[in-house]
């Protein structure tokens, strides 16, 4: 049994399941805006309609990665509530090539987004999202996988003006 309360006869799930519990207990030293509950929910999903150990795991790799990118939006964003399109954009495109260590090809991303975009649907099921939100990230998919076999970029909208802006200085570097 997880933190969910959930049990799974699956023999795929538990070594996922100790890899989660593994990064939120030892890995993480924040507040994440993506919940354990919600990520260990959506591994038994997986496994309840019969999903294998590869696809367990990347799923939870994939949810991961999210919660990296997350951090990485600093206070562009106070909770799931306030992602936008373009952000699940950047998460498959800009975001993993300059994190993903050799860049990863078409298919890896487009699974990405689908993982995504499948988390967010449960998350909103169970209610961590409200219904307009997991419409908008349904939506987003949708738009990212209009033509087949490619990504299609979400642009972000022009500043208005107000907008926080945070920038990460190398002290003793000109910038």
Same mark, same amino acid.
């Given at each position: 049994?997880?933190?969910? =309360?959930?049990?799974?006869? $699956?023999?795929? &799930? ?12 030892? @890995? ?11 990520? @260990?929910? %959506? &591994? ?5 309609? =019969? ?27 106070? $909770? ?14 800009? %975001? ?5 260590? =050799? ?26 999202? $409200? ?30 003006? =107000? @907008?926080? %802006? ?10």
């Amino acid at each position: 049994m997880d933190t969910t =309360g959930h049990e799974t006869d $699956s023999v795929v &799930l538990p070594p996922v399941l100790r890899q989660v519990a593994h990064f939120y207990e030892a @890995e993480v030293d924040w507040e994440t805006h993506i919940e354990r509950r919600y990520v @260990e929910g %959506f &591994l038994h999903e997986l496994a309840n309609q =019969g999903a294998n150990f590869e696809t367990c795991e990347a799923g939870w790799e994939t949810i991961r990665f999210l919660v990296w990118y997350l951090d990485h939006l600093g206070p562009e964003i106070t $909770s799931l509530e306030t992602l936008r399109a373009y952000h699940l954009s950047e998460l498959v495109t800009d %975001f993993t090539d300059r994190k993903v260590l =050799g860049r990863i090809g078409m298919a890896e991303r487009l699974a990405m987004a689908a993982m995504v975009r499948d988390f967010f649907a449960y998350v909103t099921t169970a209610g961590g999202l $409200s219904q307009a939100q997991g419409a908008m990230i349904a939506q987003a998919y949708q738009v990212m996988n209009a033509v087949p076999g490619q990504i299609t970029r979400i642009e972000r909208p022009e500043p208005l003006g =107000g @907008e926080t %802006f945070s920038a990460t200085v190398n002290r003793g570097q000109e910038v």
